[in-house]
């Protein structure tokens, strides 16, 4: 069973950037095309061999990427807006695991 644990959310200000991180439990990680998703619906993916897409509202401000030597996968968030508020998630684009319980971002001032 893929374990994956998210985390580096917190509260940010308008603005403000974050980094989040997903460490999956094994590595067949590095086999599969990889999504962050907030409140469960894809903001960015990320193939096998580093191709990436996003979703308009955040193109130019967040960046997916991955260590698949660390089983782990990234992503920066820029310039943060107050509707990137939300639990981010990481899974395969997919969604072939099983969610982990996710990491919290929320941006207010």
């Known amino acids: 069973q893929v374990q994956l644990v998210e985390s580096g959310g917190g509260l940010v200000q308008p603005g403000g950037s974050l980094t989040l991180s997903c460490q999956v439990s094994h590595n067949i990680f590095r086999d599969y095309m990889m999504g962050w998703y907030r409140e469960r619906e894809l903001v960015a993916s990320i193939s096998a061999l580093g191709t990436d897409n996003y979703v308009d509202s955040v193109k130019g401000r967040f960046t997916i990427s991955r260590d698949n030597a660390q089983n782990t996968l990234y992503l920066q968030m820029n310039s943060l807006k107050p509707d990137d508020t939300g639990v981010y998630y990481c899974?395969?684009?997919?969604?072939?695991?099983?969610w982990g319980k996710g990491t919290q971002v929320t941006v207010s001032s």
């Open positions: 899974n395969t684009r997919s969604v072939f695991w099983s």
